[in-house]
């Protein structure tokens, strides 16, 4: 890849920092621009049995190495968001995690140039579809997709996208014929997204016009993928190739309007707007889920279709799964579960009382029944620290 170097793992060393991102055979952010590299960052990479990572920035080594083992696994993993896993969240960790697995090993076959048999991703196809259609709580997804971040970023992202849309079609009354093929649309759609160069995807200034039209290649890469390398039906390829497709023709790559996007890709049009709002790039913090959901209602007016995301917003309401909010007894709260019926009054539990202290086993309001009491506003998590 023109203007980046490749180190082997075996030439990293604690103390490391880059000026530029560094990235994964997968163009997948394995280490920040200016994060210095500590002992359990490297072990985690060499667990993954990477063997070398791409950068276009420069190695810096710093005067003390950063503190390693637990403690710096304690300060590098912890949570910009706080969510709250309960046990039926935390029950399908291991089924995200093996989803996760399966379409990164994927991915990284079709980056190499290696052949893929279809029936590797629909296999994780049926299983989503399976595990979430059998499951009647769908809060528990939307607050896997929440606490899941840290990775890959091009895998995470296509997974939690399809749980969203899986999650949606069935909102929708979607079959499970039609549900698989949903599934099967979002775990490919972005897939053309390896197909162009890190330096680009990595880059954290603004892109220029020449760049931004080669990342506007990538549902056409897409399109190709699954149609031709991977024999998979028109329909699905269409998701890939669609994708970045509005309703009022200002999308691309054809600047198709309303009905011609076809509606599994107007579908995967809105979770993904969501699901990357959501996320940490490297260029940007991501948004809290209520700034994110405010986004894609406003957005999508005028460029996505506003029936399905009735739909969408009556699955996650105006205040998602995992937002912060206050309260008008002065209490703040994390949202632990949506109302289809009342968007605008979800079920709450409190974390911190009226004079800000924290709580740990606070009490859980149905606020949809509390006439008392009332959302006053969202708060982003640093708003939340520095409550007092």
């Given at each position: 890849?023109?203007?980046?170097?490749?180190?082997?793992?075996?030439?990293?060393?604690?103390?490391?920092?880059?000026?530029?991102?560094?990235?994964?055979?997968?163009?997948?952010?394995?280490?920040?621009?200016?994060?210095?590299?500590?002992?359990?960052?490297?072990?985690?990479?060499?667990?993954?049995?990477?063997?070398?990572?791409?950068?276009?920035?420069?190695?810096?080594?710093?005067?003390?190495?950063?503190?390693?083992?637990?403690?710096?696994?304690?300060?590098?993993?912890?949570?910009?968001?706080?969510?709250?896993?309960?046990k039926e969240t935390a029950k399908y960790i291991d089924f995200y995690k093996d989803c996760l697995t399966a379409i990164g090993k994927i991915y990284r076959k079709i980056l190499s140039g290696e052949s893929v048999d279809a029936e590797e991703v629909q296999q994780v196809a049926s299983k989503i579809v399976n595990t979430i259609t059998t499951e009647q709580n769908p809060n528990n997804f939307i607050n896997l997709v929440n606490i899941a971040g840290k990775g890959e970023y091009l895998v995470n992202h296509v997974i939690n996208a399809t749980i969203l849309a899986v999650l949606l079609?069935?909102?929708?009354?979607?079959?499970?014929?039609?549900?698989?093929?949903?599934?099967?649309?979002?775990?490919?759609?972005?897939?053309?997204?390896?197909?162009?160069?890190?330096?680009?995807?990595?880059?954290?200034?603004?892109?220029?016009?020449?760049?931004?039209?080669?990342?506007?290649?990538?549902?056409?890469?897409?399109?190709?993928?699954?149609?031709?390398?991977?024999?998979?039906?028109?329909?699905?390829?269409?998701?890939?190739?669609?994708?970045?497709?509005?309703?009022?023709?200002?999308?691309?790559?054809?600047?198709?309007?309303?009905?011609?996007?076809?509606?599994?890709?107007?579908?995967?049009?809105?979770?993904?707007?969501?699901?990357?709002?959501?996320?940490?790039?490297?260029?940007?913090?991501?948004?809290?889920?209520?700034?994110?959901?405010?986004?894609?209602?406003?957005?999508?007016?005028?460029?996505?279709?506003?029936?399905?995301?009735?739909?969408?917003?009556?699955?996650?309401?105006?205040?998602?799964?995992?937002?912060?909010?206050?309260?008008?007894?002065?209490?703040?709260?994390?949202?632990?579960?949506?109302?289809?019926?009342?968007?605008?009054?979800?079920?709450?539990?409190?974390?911190?009382?009226?004079?800000?202290?924290?709580?740990?086993?606070?009490?859980?309001?149905?606020?949809?029944?509390?006439?008392?009491?009332?959302?006053?506003?969202?708060?982003?998590?640093?708003?939340?620290?520095?409550?007092?």
């Open positions: 890849m023109a203007g980046m170097k490749r180190i082997r793992i075996d030439e990293l060393k604690v103390g490391m920092k880059f000026t530029k991102s560094v990235f994964d055979a997968h163009m997948n952010i394995v280490l920040p621009a200016g994060k210095v590299l500590d002992k359990f960052t490297l072990n985690q990479l060499k667990s993954r049995n990477i063997e070398f990572v791409d950068t276009a920035g420069e190695v810096i080594m710093v005067d003390e190495a950063p503190v390693s083992g637990f403690a710096a696994a304690e300060k590098e993993i912890k949570p910009k968001k706080t969510i709250i896993v309960n079609g069935k909102k929708l009354g979607y079959s499970t014929v039609k549900l698989f093929n949903l599934a099967l649309a979002g775990l490919l759609y972005d897939v053309g997204m390896v197909k162009i160069p890190a330096i680009i995807v990595e880059k954290e200034s603004q892109l220029s016009a020449e760049e931004f039209n080669i990342i506007k290649t990538h549902p056409i890469y897409s399109y190709q993928i699954i149609a031709k390398d991977l024999g998979l039906p028109i329909e699905i390829a269409r998701v890939g190739l669609e994708h970045h497709e509005r309703f009022d023709g200002s999308g691309y790559p054809r600047k198709l309007i309303g009905n011609e996007i076809s509606e599994l890709s107007r579908i995967i049009a809105i979770v993904d707007t969501y699901e990357a709002l959501i996320k940490d790039r490297a260029y940007r913090e991501g948004k809290n889920n209520y700034e994110a959901m405010k986004t894609v209602l406003g957005e999508g007016s005028k460029k996505m279709d506003t029936e399905i995301l009735k739909f969408f917003l009556s699955m996650m309401s105006i205040y998602p799964v995992g937002s912060f909010v206050e309260l008008s007894n002065g209490c703040i709260a994390q949202v632990i579960s949506s109302d289809p019926v009342s968007p605008f009054f979800p079920t709450v539990k409190i974390i911190k009382d009226e004079f800000k202290e924290n709580v740990s086993d606070g009490e859980v309001i149905r606020l949809s029944r509390r006439k008392d009491i009332y959302i006053v506003r969202s708060l982003s998590l640093k708003e939340i620290k520095n409550a007092r």
